[in-house]
């Protein structure tokens, strides 16, 4: 406990105490925040604190302690003083002053090899652990956290981000009769072939990017662009396979997860992403999807094992999606961009061809009118 004294004349430490001459400092009781402006005198075996002349604290050398401070004060501590007693020192040569006279103090300032190496080790590790975490933890909390979101919730997500898609497009969903009973009798085909269930829904866009994606819960958009580039009703089949392969999988919920991270993780447990804020992030996430290798060879071989089932052939996706990459100078956005067709993935595709045993997915009128979908 810090010994106190109530005149000039008090003997602090065992020494006649003087008037202090020293310099100025700054000093908290560690009772109440009040500063008080003291002045200091170096004795044989302790420093004294003065305010108003009168002595108020002895701090033994032994028992001094560096605390938390700036570079540009001394901020101490005692350990035989109130726990939150602090002692600021600013004046240069004071400073150096107690540093001599303090044994803690010198060793606090000196730093070994041995303590340098240490630092050194712990922030190498802790790099690495963000590092390991960014790469494999988030990831795999991704694969395991995706299938146990409650389906109503993907869907009212879903439902938001179809929202936020008719603000960014517009509502210009193309509807002439003919075209749209010829696309959903395409979607529904796909849809049954890959096992997905009823709530799937599909709608063509009327604008001039080149586009396909699916929103979470399986709200199905192409756009009118790419559409326009497909030559056969198997092709256009190919690159709606794939995107109702990302639906199977609920790619778009672990891309969430992945791209939000820590912060749409613990909106998960607390139930906290079902805002305006959610719908935006899951659009931008949807709009802007850069799947996985493992997404992307998972859709690919969805849409494969979609076109098998339905006795045509997978290649057209893949010349489909390399012709317009080529013609496109790999200037491309959209599916092209989120889906980087390369000659091995076109390979793949080329791989799996077999002749057409099934039946044509649209007859020529049907494909005619699909084409002619966003005519009025």
């Known amino acids: 406990m810090p010994t106190t004294s109530t005149s000039a004349d008090s003997n602090i430490g065992g020494d006649p105490i003087r008037p202090p001459t020293d310099a100025a400092a700054t000093f908290f009781d560690g009772v109440t925040n009040r500063k008080h402006a003291v002045t200091l005198r170096l004795g044989d075996a302790a420093l004294d604190i003065f305010e108003d002349r009168l002595g108020i604290a002895s701090w033994p050398y032994a028992d001094i302690r560096l605390a938390d401070g700036g570079s540009d004060v001394l901020r101490l501590s005692s350990a035989s003083a109130l726990p939150?007693?602090?002692?600021?020192?600013?004046d240069e040569i004071l400073r150096q002053d107690l540093v001599g006279r303090c044994g803690q103090l010198r060793e606090r300032r000196r730093t070994s090899p041995q303590e340098t190496w240490r630092v050194v080790g712990w922030s190498i590790g802790a790099i690495a652990s963000i590092v390991l975490v960014t790469l494999y933890g988030v990831p795999l909390a991704a694969e395991r956290l995706a299938p146990l979101i409650p389906q109503s919730f993907e869907n009212r997500l879903g439902e938001m981000a179809d929202k936020q898609v008719g603000t960014v497009f517009?509502?210009?969903?193309?509807?002439?009769?003919?075209?749209?009973?010829?696309?959903?009798?395409?979607?529904?085909?796909?849809?049954a072939a890959g096992g997905l269930d009823t709530a799937v829904k599909a709608s063509v866009v009327n604008t001039g990017i080149l586009n396909a994606f699916a929103l979470p819960g399986g709200k199905v958009y192409l756009f009118n662009a790419l559409l326009q580039r497909a030559e056969t009703p198997d092709e256009l089949a190919g690159v709606l396979a794939h995107e109702?392969?990302?639906v199977k999988h609920r790619d778009h919920m672990r891309g969430m997860i992945q791209n939000g991270g820590?912060?749409?993780?613990?909106?998960?447990?607390?139930g906290d992403v079902t805002g305006a804020g959610a719908a935006v992030f899951a659009t931008r996430t949807v709009l802007n999807a850069s799947y996985?290798?493992?997404?992307?060879?998972?859709?690919d071989q969805f849409a494969?094992?979609?076109m098998h089932k339905l006795g045509r052939s997978p290649k057209p996706l893949g010349e489909f999606l390399f012709r317009i990459a080529g013609k496109s100078g790999g200037r491309a956005i959209g599916i092209l961009a989120?889906?980087?067709?390369?000659?091995?993935?076109?390979?793949?595709?080329?791989?799996?061809?077999?002749?057409n045993t099934g039946p044509d997915l649209l007859s020529a009128d049907e494909w005619r009118a699909l084409k002619a979908i966003c005519r009025r």
């Open 262 to 270: 820590t912060s749409f993780l613990v909106g998960l447990l607390f």
């Open 170 to 191: 517009g509502r210009t969903e193309c509807t002439s009769p003919a075209g749209v009973a010829a696309f959903q009798k395409l979607v529904n085909e796909l849809r």
């Open 304 to 306: 494969i094992d979609v």
């Open 244 to 246: 109702l392969g990302h």
């Open 292 to 299: 996985s290798r493992g997404a992307e060879t998972q859709a």
């Open 84 to 90: 939150l007693a602090r002692l600021e020192v600013r």
């Open 338 to 355: 989120s889906h980087p067709m390369t000659e091995d993935r076109r390979e793949m595709t080329r791989r799996a061809d077999r002749p």
